[in-house]
């Protein structure tokens, strides 16, 4: 079962332009995580917001958490063509152990 | 450096053959994860475990096999009862359920010919 859906499934853009992707998810949550992933390559962790943050910066990254719309947003500020990659949200279960439930992604392509 | 190795980073197996995919951690990690990634799609959950020589069935666990004997290691049997075993296959760990970040290695791409 996917927990968290992203939209866009894809998205192009120019180097320097911002990138926003969506997450939402269905059930509570105790946080909601976002991975980055190169192609062909294993995931990387990025940030995680817990139930009651709203939001949370790292460095170009900006997260925010709704949970009254169960939903998630990842900022990418000035992308660059190294930001090229496919990104998930991922939640856990606050009914369970840390079990982790990826979306199917954004393919995120930034173009010089 | 600590992390996540997994082997082989390729792998072709004949239908009917049973194969077995390694994943050894350095991190001191309890738990273990063994996800599946499709073509363009997430990530789905086949096996966990939290600590030695206990594991879980996630959500496509039919057709997989695993066992964590030490806490380093939490190898995956793709048997051949797994019926479209050829897809892109991810061992993660976890330091434990405060943190929740789970470190991943770099995939095991499995082909049936």
């Known amino acids: 079962s996917q927990q968290g859906e992203e939209d866009p499934q894809a998205l192009s853009i120019q180097e320097g332009e911002n990138a926003t992707m969506n997450c939402s998810y269905k059930?509570?949550?105790?946080?909601l995580q976002w991975y980055r992933q190169n192609s062909g390559r294993g995931l990387v962790h990025l940030i995680l917001?817990?139930?009651?943050?709203r939001e949370k910066h790292s460095g170009r990254l900006r997260v925010t958490l709704d949970t009254s719309k169960k939903s998630s947003s990842l900022l990418i500020t000035a992308s660059r063509a190294a930001d090229t990659a496919s990104y998930f949200c991922?939640?856990?279960?606050?009914?369970?152990?840390?079990?982790?439930?990826f979306g199917a992604g954004t393919r995120l392509a930034v173009h010089p | 450096d600590g992390g996540i190795t997994q082997s082989p980073k390729y792998l072709f197996r004949k239908e009917g053959q049973n194969v077995t995919l390694s994943c050894e951690q350095n991190?001191?990690?309890?738990?273990m994860y063994w996800y599946r990634q499709d073509p363009g799609q997430g990530l789905r959950l086949i096996y966990y475990?939290?600590?030695?020589?206990?594991?879980q069935k996630g959500d496509i666990a039919e057709g997989y096999s695993v066992s964590r004997e030490k806490k380093e290691s939490f190898p995956l049997t793709v048997t051949s009862a797994q019926k479209n075993p050829t897809a892109f296959y991810l061992c993660?760990?976890?330091?434990?359920?405060?943190?929740?970040?789970?470190?991943f290695g770099e995939g095991s791409r499995l082909t049936v010919l």
């Open positions: 475990s939290q600590i030695v020589n206990d594991f």
């Open positions: 991922a939640t856990v279960d606050s009914g369970g152990y840390n079990k982790l439930i």
């Open positions: 917001i817990r139930s009651n943050e």
């Open positions: 059930t509570s949550i105790n946080n």
């Open positions: 993660a760990s976890c330091l434990g359920q405060a943190t929740g970040e789970l470190f």
């Open positions: 991190l001191n990690h309890d738990a």
